[in-house]
């Protein structure tokens, strides 16, 4: 199964909301709402943003929300900061013989 | 907290078997509401799931690893390891070790990550 599809890159001024999103199909991100989003900066380890959609882990920033519709799964952020320059992936489970697939990473970059 | 750490050698030889440790600190892999996991990241590249172990030694892998991957847990050292065999090029990476929330299927603590490069 292919990999979840984002745009390459995104990026928006400081202050401004920008939303990634993430396509998928009915087998995967339009079946589960088990979608998962990480910031990962160069050169170090990704950091769990949203569970589950919408949900996020404590200590995550209120400015980082998640959303779904159909197919598609969508990271907001709002006021963006300098500090959310990174890229972003999303994942979602993706049924009983897949499990898991990633999206292809987007690159936010704020001007 | 719960930190994890990988382990390994950071060559590899075409054909050889790429084996990695993660040890958990600060908690236990024998717990029921979590599974671990591995995720890789080949160079300038966007993450791969490798698979998941839970702490009965049930596994899940990815269908396109499958034939190579064997993913096992060591309750008694509180680690888990990697072993995927007949390694390429393409195998070459960064290879996360992560804990996963059984509940929510998302990958919550991660390790820093080790590079693995597979050459001759």
């Known amino acids: 199964q292919s990999a979840l599809t984002q745009p390459a890159s995104v990026s928006g001024s400081p202050g401004q909301s920008i939303t990634i999103s993430c396509t998928g199909t009915s087998s995967d991100v339009g079946s589960y709402n088990l979608v998962s989003w990480y910031q990962q900066y160069s050169g170090k380890a990704p950091k769990l943003m949203i569970y589950e959609g919408r949900e996020r882990p404590s200590g995550v920033s209120n400015r980082f929300s998640g959303s779904k519709s159909g197919n598609t799964a969508s990271l907001t952020i709002s006021g963006l900061q300098a500090e959310d320059e990174a890229d972003y992936y999303c994942?979602?489970?993706?049924?009983?013989?897949?499990?898991?697939?990633f999206g292809g990473g987007t690159k936010l970059t704020v001007l | 907290q719960v930190q994890l750490q990988e382990s390994g050698p950071g060559l590899v030889k075409p054909s050889e078997t790429l084996s990695l440790t993660c040890s958990v600190s600060g908690g236990s892999v024998s717990s029921d509401i979590y599974s671990w996991s591995w995720i890789r990241q080949p160079p300038g590249k966007g993450l791969e799931w490798i698979g998941y172990?839970?702490?009965?030694?049930?596994?899940k892998y990815n269908p396109s690893l499958k034939s190579r991957l064997t993913i096992s847990v060591d309750t008694s050292k509180n680690q888990f390891s990697l072993n995927l065999s007949s390694v390429t090029a393409a195998d070459t990476a960064v290879y996360y070790c992560?804990?996963?929330?059984?509940?929510?299927?998302?990958?919550?603590?991660w390790g820093q990550g080790t590079m693995v490069t597979v050459s001759s």
């Open positions: 994942c979602s489970y993706a049924g009983s013989s897949t499990f898991v697939l």
């Open positions: 992560a804990r996963v929330v059984a509940d929510h299927d998302a990958f919550d603590i």
């Open positions: 172990i839970y702490y009965s030694g049930g596994t």
